[in-house]
Antibody
Framework: QVQLQESGPGLVKPSQTLSLTCTVS??????????WSWIRQHPGKGLEWIGY???????YYKPSLRSRLTMSVDTSKNQFSLKLSSVTAADTAVYYC???????????WGQGTLVTVSS | EIVLTQSPDFRSVTPKEKVTITCRAS??????LHWYQQKPDQSPKLLIK???QSFSGVPSRFSGSGSGTDFTLTIDSLEPEDAATYYC?????????FGQGTKVEIK
């Protein structure tokens, strides 16, 4: 049973960079056919898909966030990471990491971590 | 970007009632449509993948159908523990997108 756990600061100042890491346990991040995704949920709102990374390092980012977004993967640590630069209050959200199967369904999710952007 | 529109936004239902939630895509996505259940302060849980395939361990009262642009999630005989928000999610076109959610409340 694959488990995911997000970690990172819960408070980020405006204009700074939000950095989160997702640690995968119970399975290898290098397993073929799985994509490692980030999804966020603004307080009281719906889900927003941010992007994904494959273990090879290939990525796809949501176009509206592309200029501020960087994802990376560390197969030696079984982790993948998200960096979102120049944050504003609009980036305040619960951030989830998830494992996507080959056809895109998210079968495993982290518990989510709330990141608040505030001075 | 494909827009997914769910209806209704909210349903208040009695136990054992049948619930139908629809999800309409702004363009065809084949069968790349998945359904999740999210309870307050919890992560979403996968219910249905690829429009109609039940995910492992999901009660049989949950079922999905549809293809192209129109999809349906059906909950037969609603149980009290089914009170939650339900989301559809498409992975047929990048960027992937979610519907706005349907909140199901138990009367």
């Amino acid at each position: 049973q694959v488990q995911l756990q997000e970690s990172g600061p819960g408070l980020v100042k405006p204009s700074q960079t939000l950095s989160l890491t997702c640690t995968v346990s119970g399975g290898s991040i290098s397993s073929a056919g799985y994509y490692w995704s980030w999804i966020r949920q603004h307080p009281g709102k719906g889900l927003e898909w941010i992007g994904y990374i494959y273990y090879s390092g290939s990525t796809y980012y949501k176009p509206s966030l592309r200029s501020r977004l960087t994802m990376s993967v560390d197969t030696s640590k079984n982790q993948f990471s998200l960096k979102l630069s120049s944050v504003t209050a609009a980036d305040t959200a619960v951030y989830y990491c998830a494992r996507e199967g080959a056809s895109g369904w998210c079968q495993s999710w982290g518990q989510g971590t709330l990141v608040t952007v505030s001075s | 970007e494909i827009v997914l529109t769910q209806s209704p936004d909210f349903r208040s239902v009695t136990p054992k009632e049948k619930v139908t939630i629809t999800c309409r895509a702004s363009q065809s996505i084949g069968r790349s449509l998945h359904w999740y259940q999210q309870k307050p302060d919890q992560s979403p849980k996968l219910l249905i993948k690829d429009a109609s395939q039940s995910f492992s361990g999901v009660p049989s009262r949950f079922s999905g159908s549809g293809s192209g642009t129109d999809f349906t999630l059906t909950i037969d005989s609603l149980e009290p523990e089914d009170a939650a928000t339900y989301y559809c999610h498409q992975s047929g076109n990048l960027p992937e997108t979610f519907g706005q959610g349907t909140k199901v409340e138990i009367k």
